[in-house]
């Protein structure tokens, strides 16, 4: 079934450990992006791609850095994570013409301790 | 600046009742705009957009450019329309979207 798929859910993870969250996609669309959401707030656009080795940097500066080596992945990095990184991170995915609705994740939970 | 406002962060209304949850932009060029909603336990999903001019699940929203408003209606809320509603915007030729703050909507039976 084509679906959006994020790995893990939940995370707790100490201070300057090496992250990668997974995000990985079926539904054959070229554009992904991924979503900064600290409680109660809205989501904020960190990176986006539109297609294989393309990425952006979006609206809210982010430490964090992405990759898009195949269509279907793409995954976010921290290199040496902070209690400030703590929040949660959704990702999303849509077709190739613009403004189609964006399919997200179930999002992971980031606690950095 | 590029802005989406949500003014009420909680709507609590009784079964039946009618149902308006506010959204105003601030974007200088032509929007596109969305509503999307989250359910208890569900991921994030579009309820509708301003393109479309559907109604989902008996809500509507219209697009009112004078006053940049968006605001999503339905005139006899149901128990099972409990959810954290989004407005979002996405910027002319762009799929960039900036998000509100949400507004959560309880309807009690």
């Known amino acids: 079934e084509a679906d959006i798929y994020q790995t893990p859910r939940y995370l707790v993870i100490g201070t300057g450990k090496k992250i990668t969250l997974e995000c990985s996609q079926t539904m054959g669309h070229d554009k992904m992006y991924w979503y900064q959401q600290d409680p109660g707030m809205e989501l904020h656009l960190i990176h986006y791609s539109y297609g294989v080795n393309s990425t952006e940097k979006g609206d809210l500066s982010s430490e964090s850095t992405v990759s898009r080596i195949r269509t279907e992945h793409f995954p976010l990095t921290l290199e040496s994570a902070r209690p400030s990184h703590t929040s949660q991170y959704l990702c999303a995915s849509s077709e190739v013409s613009s403004n189609q609705p964006q399919h997200f994740g179930d999002g992971t939970r980031l606690s950095i301790l | 600046a590029q802005r989406v406002t949500q003014p009420e962060k909680l709507l609590s209304v009784f079964k039946g009742a009618p149902v308006e949850l506010k959204c105003n932009y601030s974007y200088s060029g032509s929007p596109e705009l969305f509503w999307y909603v989250q359910y208890s336990r569900q991921r994030l999903q579009l309820l509708l957009r301003?393109?479309s001019r559907e109604s989902i699940k008996g809500f509507t929203a219209d697009l009112n450019k004078g006053e940049t408003s968006f605001h999503l209606k339905k005139p006899f809320a149901q128990e099972e329309d409990s959810a954290m509603y989004y407005c979002a915007l996405s910027r002319y030729n762009t799929d960039k979207l900036i998000f509100g703050t949400g507004t959560r909507l309880q309807v009690f039976p």
């Open positions: 301003h393109i």
